[in-house]
């Protein structure tokens, strides 16, 4: 058995049985190894159907930083506000991203995403939205497990809340609130803090990945683009909203 064998069976088992299993027993060897495993993991639960991913998630600490990018499964991308407790969901913990989410207006393939950048790629984009990324693991060590283990695990990926969409348009992003409320907890007010400057950096990178096979991403696929609020941590029972005024805002009842 190699690792990627080894690493696909822990995932599907702890997914399975909704238990969490040790991370060092699969040391994954490099970056491709971890998205074989996030690709074989989809595969054995049917989560596209043999198609394309429709929602994606994509970022990094830095521009300087390597990207990560991982497709998420449709049962766990809800429209706000969301009721996580209506769900047969289980979460081991419950960390919290407040993000911009970007969705394509029209189809891009290889030959297209090899050709983008930045500015190119943005004018891809017809709608955006706020978005609440919540934060969990199927590893036992969560959040300290070693970084391959994490990206396999579609990047320690739960679940995904949508807010309206609204027409995509280029932002000061520097001066962009972002306010995130967790419970009884008071609001706390983020500024700017996007860690690549502006959402859209992310886009030719998350193309040129997502198309990298040979697949082609259909106008209205969704890709959520990074943490403005670093990783706050909430508890069950929490109401979670995040709010980006100008662009609107998402809730998540856990």
Partial sequence: MTL?????RALLQARRAQQTIGAVDVPLPDAAAAYAVQARVAQALGWFGGGTPRHW???GPSRDA?????????????????????RSWSFHFRGIEAEVALRLGSDV???????????????????????????DSRWIEGL???PLAKLADL????????GEWVPFA??????????????DAAPRTF??????????????????????????????????????????????????????????KAVVQL
Avoid: Y
């Fill in 170 to 183: 280029t932002r000061d992003w520097a001066a962009q609130s972002c306010v995130v409320s967790i419970g």
């Fill in 109 to 135: 393939d290889a030959a297209l995403a090899a050709t983008l950048d930045v500015t190119t790629a943005s004018a891809l984009i017809d709608a955006m939205c706020v978005s609440i990324e919540l934060v």
């Fill in 57 to 59: 998630k994509s970022g």
């Fill in 191 to 248: 500024r700017g803090t996007h860690a690549m400057g502006d959402p859209a950096f992310v886009l030719p990178g998350w193309l040129r990945h997502a198309t990298r096979d040979g697949s082609v991403l259909r106008a209205g696929t969704v890709v959520t683009t990074g943490t403005w609020c670093g990783l706050p941590l909430a508890v069950a029972g929490d109401r979670v909203v995040a709010e980006f005024p100008g662009i609107g």
């Fill in 66 to 86: 390597v990207l990560t990018h991982a497709p998420l499964p449709p049962d766990g991308v809800w429209e706000s506000p969301a009721d996580a407790r209506a």
């Fill in 4 to 8: 990627i064998d080894a690493a696909v």
């Fill in 155 to 162: 990047q320690s990926h739960g679940a995904l809340v949508l």
């Fill in 144 to 146: 300290n497990a070693p």
